[in-house]
């Protein structure tokens, strides 16, 4: 018996002298990115090594403030991500409920295609995406330019049309009986029955809109109505700039998602498993 | 109140006929049972009298109403589901009171059903509570609940007991016959357990294989039922089937002998035709219809396997010379301590090759 | 269940529209324009303008190769590393799990700007933390930027930190779902654990690992914003250059419309050829 737990024991060790360094190093372009944000440009560019974060955060955040206007940048990204978390949540949920729970003429086609599109490169409808929203539809530099195209998502209907086919039909029979009209099965019986999923895939929805770089960038390019990880990106790579600034503005981008990562980790960890496990 | 007709009703899935032309009337105020073995159709044919699957053929007529394309809610039924179906989300009274208020009914009388429905169910103490926060009996109970606050003509229930323990079904079930009784109410209840059907019901409709096998009322399937099927299927221990072959007639009918042991026979009298000698039989005889040597018009030797002592009664397991199982009904006072004994048959009944009764 | 198709489009119509209008109109369109010579006015049908033009264009093979080069180290390195993660943050023995879930899982949040500034940063020449460590262990310092060796590499560094995690995540579900009750019979028959991780969860997670296959390679292809933002523009000269910065390149700083469209294209044929390979490789066996 204690040969066993010798053995378990240096398993064990084996196992934590692996994983720590690999998590440290995991870890480490995070580390610096907060470290970066709080020191002074000449001491980001200087021959020491600094590995211990500096109190120079807030000059950082006015350096770029003046290089760019990243906190209007901010709210443009937190007004787009809400409105496009609450329609897509509403949508691809719609659109998952009708593939669950109805049989109707067409169904295989409308499933085929959702799989199709999930292995079609983005950039096959980037061009005329792009062409149609700014030169047809007229929409460049709005927020439904920013809102609406990346409204088809196919991986969120695929995950809701799982949680909605887990659910016993007797539930839904059972209001269906009653004579409950299906909006209102679906609003009233479903919806509330998927919270946990509805907020999973509203965080990966959220996570995915905050952080979309190539399509603001084509769309939105105008300053004021860039997002913020544009607005950012068209910093670097800038000779004169405040690279404490980039580092600030890469700080508030990433810690608050950091946040919502660790207190909601079940959910995100959910959302983005769903996409493979059947 | 009404009366439930089905008209040749046939169910398709595909090309798969599931149900193959049902034809039953169900009186005002009769509870009837649907039952049979898992996959006969009986559960398919109570969705289909709910409106939940299309009808593939045939009519279904709720209180002399051709319901064929009323939408559920339309028909007056209401139904009890297996998994009892309680919205989770929901307290107890907001689970019965759901439906009503969804379809606009006013507050006040949703209300008095609620109330009413609480009181018939005794389940007002548990209103504010949530689905889980329920043991199995009361979910059950607030699922029949939610079926009474509808007021309907018909009472649907598919399988309303086969989640619960042995002993709280037994409550559960006289809980049923309670409420049909205080109501009066239509019901049409689907299980595919015979006891539960025998107890419950004013006439059983025994189905296989999307076929209906017997219609009748429990005594009259127990004491004759028309094929092989029937038989086995109601009555608890199963009946017996031994095989035998006709070897004649004389004064009392047919003269059936019981394979592998030619001196045992047994006398039929027959009203229909008789089949011609030599053509295989099987003959049912129910476990309390064995009776001691001597007793019965026929003796047969069988050898004891297994002796179950229920107290009051006793089964004994035994196997004829032929090797067919037979289970023995008995008296606790009145089992044999040899291990091959002979009984006699003192009630029996005989089928044909194709299952059909010889009578 | 009964046949509903009005109620069941009711529920899709806003979805399918949203697919028609920005999915199934660009998905035609693109196909037209790329036979499309589109820097004349009005743009004019020229069948093998931008198709003749690619098969002889260099900065395509370069940009070809080079995606494919990246695909070819990246993907399997990244995919191996996260299947070492997903099979120790599985072990039982592991303590302070949270913790290192969190280490690996935390760059699944990290937007694509934040993270290509934090590496162009630290893996600068001069200045940089990476530098600065080698050359404090002895090691020379390495110029990531103006070589096309580190330069790829610092693109394949990059990309692996930020996916590493998520397939990571995929791959840990799947293992979680692969019944417990298998290993314990397995380890009564006394299979040892490296031989229960080869004979039992690798095979049972193929479908998985394939499907994270597909995802990252389907996703390297496009690789854009690390070579757009690390190493500036897919530099040095066009050594990092990507099939998506050459369609971005072509499309909208040079606006041939009709180019970038056989660019995307020639993407999309490679990833319908890739998911061919996967539903061949996860086929039913008969």
């Known amino acids: ?278 | 109140m009404a009366t439930v007709t089905l008209n040749n009703v046939i169910k398709r899935f595909g090309v798969f006929e599931v149900v193959h032309g049902a034809n039953i009337d169900v009186k005002d105020g009769e509870f009837v049972v649907f039952v049979g073995p898992s996959g006969c159709g009986k559960s398919t044919l109570l969705r289909m009298i709910a409106g939940l699957e299309d009808i593939s053929g045939g009519e279904i007529a709720i209180g002399g109403k051709l319901v064929n394309d009323v939408e559920p809610a339309d028909r007056g039924i209401a139904m009890v589901f297996q998994s009892y179906a309680l919205y989770p989300h929901m307290s107890v009274e907001q689970n019965l009171s759901f439906g009503l208020r969804m379809t606009g009914n006013p507050k006040a009388d949703t209300d008095r059903r609620v109330k009413r429905a609480s009181e018939i169910l005794r389940i007002n103490e548990l209103m504010k509570r949530r689905p889980r926060q329920l043991s199995g009996g009361q979910r059950q109970r607030v699922a029949i609940g939610r079926a009474i606050v509808r007021e309907p003509q018909v009472f649907l229930f598919d399988e309303p007991l086969s989640n619960l323990d042995a002993e709280l079904r037994v409550q559960m079930r006289v809980e049923i016959s309670r409420l049909h009784k205080e109501l009066g109410t239509t019901m049409i209840y689907v299980t595919h357990d015979q006891t539960e059907a025998m107890t419950l019901a004013d006439r059983i409709v025994v189905m296989r294989a999307g076929h209906i096998e017997q219609i009748g009322r429990p005594l009259d399937l127990y004491d004759n039922p028309d094929n092989q099927f029937v038989a086995g299927f109601v009555g608890s221990p199963k009946m017996n089937f031994i095989s035998g072959r006709i070897v004649g007639h004389d004064v009392h009918g047919v003269v059936v002998e019981l394979a592998g042991q030619e001196k045992t026979r047994i006398a039929q009298p027959l009203t229909g035709a008789a089949p011609e000698a030599g053509s295989k039989v099987m003959v049912g005889v129910r476990p309390e219809h064995f009776g001691s040597a001597g007793e019965g018009d026929t003796d047969l030797v069988v050898r004891i396997d297994v002796v179950e002592h229920l107290g009051g009664t006793s089964f004994l397991y035994a196997r004829t010379a032929n090797g067919d199982d037979v289970v023995i009904q008995r008296d606790a006072a009145n089992v044999p301590d040899a291990s091959e004994i002979t009984v006699s048959v003192r009630k029996s009944y005989l089928f044909d090759e194709k299952g059909l009764r010889l009578r | 269940m009964r046949y509903q198709n009005a109620t069941a489009y009711r529920f899709l119509a806003p979805y399918l529209l949203i697919f028609a209008i920005f999915w199934v109109w660009p998905i035609i369109d693109s196909f037209m324009i790329s036979f499309q010579a589109t820097r004349t006015v009005p743009w004019r049908f020229a069948p093998t303008f931008n198709w003749g033009r690619l098969i002889g264009d260099p900065a395509f093979f370069n940009a070809l190769k080079n995606t494919l080069l990246i695909l070819v180290i990246q993907v399997p390195v990244m995919i191996t590393l996260a299947l070492v993660m997903a099979v120790l943050l599985n072990s039982p023995l592991l303590k302070a799990r949270g913790l290192y879930r969190f280490a690996f899982f935390a760059p699944v949040v990290v937007g694509e700007v934040a993270y290509s500034a934090v590496f162009r940063l630290m893996f600068n020449l001069n200045f940089g933390i990476i530098n600065k460590l080698l050359n404090s262990v002895g090691l020379p310092s390495v110029d990531w930027f103006s070589n096309v060796t580190p330069a790829m590499a610092l693109i394949m560094i990059a990309v692996t930190w930020r996916w590493a995690g998520y397939n990571a995540i995929i791959l840990l579900a799947g293992m979680q779902s692969i019944p417990e009750d298998v290993y314990e019979a397995a380890t009564l028959d006394r299979v040892s654990k490296l031989r229960q991780f080869f004979f039992i969860t690798l095979p049972l997670l193929k479908p998985v690992i394939v499907f994270c296959l597909v995802l990252s390679i389907i996703g390297t292809m496009q690789l854009f914003t690390e070579p757009f933002l690390i190493t500036e523009r897919g530099g040095p000269g066009g050594g990092t250059e990507t099939l998506g910065l050459l369609l971005y390149r072509q499309g909208f700083r040079s606006l041939n419309f009709g180019y970038a469209s056989a660019v995307a294209y020639t993407m999309a044929g490679l990833a319908i050829a890739i998911t061919l390979v996967q539903l061949w490789l996860t086929r039913e066996p008969k």
């Open chain 1, 1 to 278: 018996m204690s040969s066993l737990s010798s053995a378990r024991l240096g398993r064990s060790i084996a196992l934590h002298l692996f994983l720590t360094p690999l998590a440290l190093i995991w870890l480490f372009p995070l580390w610096m990115m907060v470290v970066f944000s709080t020191m002074p440009d000449n001491g980001i560019f200087s021959p020491g090594i600094e590995l211990l974060p500096h109190g120079n955060f807030m000059d950082n955040f006015n350096n770029l403030q003046r290089d760019t206007d990243f906190v209007g940048a901010i709210g443009i990204s937190v007004s787009v991500a809400v409105t496009y978390t609450f329609l897509s949540v509403l949508l691809t949920s719609m659109a998952g409920w009708a593939l669950a729970r109805y049989r109707f003429v067409g169904k295989g086609v409308v499933v085929a295609i959702i799989l199709g599109t999930i292995t079609l490169p983005y950039a096959v409808v980037l061009i005329p995406q792009f062409i149609m929203v700014a030169r047809d539809f007229k929409l460049a530099n709005t927020w439904v330019a920013l809102i609406v195209p990346p409204l088809f998502n196919s991986l969120g209907v695929l995950f809701m049309r799982q949680s909605f086919s887990m659910m016993p039909d007797d539930l839904f029979d059972a209001a269906r009986v009653e004579g409950v009209k299906e909006w209102r099965i679906f609003l009233f019986v479903a919806l509330p029955l998927a919270r946990p999923m509805l907020a999973a895939l509203a965080i990966i929805l959220f996570l995915a809109s905050w952080n979309n770089y190539l399509w603001p960038l084509l769309i939105n390019s105008q300053p004021g109505s860039m997002t913020a990880p544009v607005a950012l990106g068209t910093l670097i790579g800038l000779t004169k700039v405040s690279w404490g600034g980039i580092m600030a503005g890469a700080v508030m981008l990433t810690v608050p998602m950091l946040v919502v990562f660790v207190l909601l980790q079940r959910h995100f960890i959910a959302g983005i498993a769903a996409g493979a496990i059947k």
